[in-house]
């Protein structure tokens, strides 16, 4: 953990690929959403359904890597976001919209990322995963170790009120982007 912030799991840490089981990501997950609707940022409008396992396959292929387990289960969960501009509700990231597979694989490709996945999209750069799962800011410093550490990061932080488009629930956490 970077800045002395400490994640909600005290849990072994396991292996880009493995040791991270998914009931813990959908726990994480679920444990984030829930932040947010208690913080009158709800997130139901916003939420795609889930990817299917063919698509997040196609998704790796394109990037020629294997995304880190937890990143693979939140996809399962959710296939990205919805724009909140056009359905309202919040962003699900810091600023960033958390990105489709499609989307990132075309941002992936338009900016020849290598080992990286955009998780989330804003107008002042990226949220990334590496391959080895850390979570990057746009400048590629480690915001957390993996996608589990960093829902839990999210969960425990001050959501900072920011301008918001019609529609939409602007938040912000710089510390965390």
Do not use: H, K, N
């Amino acid at each position: 953990m970077t800045d002395g912030r400490q994640p909600l799991s005290d849990r072994p840490r396991g292996t880009a690929r493995g040791g991270v089981p998914d009931d813990e990501v959908r726990a994480a997950w679920s444990r984030w959403l829930g932040t947010l609707r208690t913080r009158g940022r709800d997130p139901s409008p916003v939420l795609r359904p889930g990817a299917a396992p063919s698509a997040i396959a196609a998704a790796e292929q394109a990037v020629g890597f294997a995304l880190p387990d937890p990143v693979r289960a939140v996809y399962a969960l959710t296939d990205g976001q919805a724009d909140p501009a056009q359905v309202g509700g919040p962003t699900l990231f810091p600023a960033r919209v958390f990105c489709p597979l499609r989307r990132a694989g075309e941002l992936a490709g338009e900016r020849e990322m290598v080992g990286r996945w955009p998780l989330g999209e804003g107008d002042d750069g990226l949220l990334l995963v590496g391959a080895d799962g850390r979570v990057l800011g746009a400048d590629d410093r480690e915001i957390a170790a993996d996608l589990v550490d960093y829902l839990g990061l999210l969960s425990v932080a001050d959501l900072q009120d920011v301008g918001s488009a019609a529609g939409t629930t602007g938040w912000d956490v710089p510390d965390l982007r």
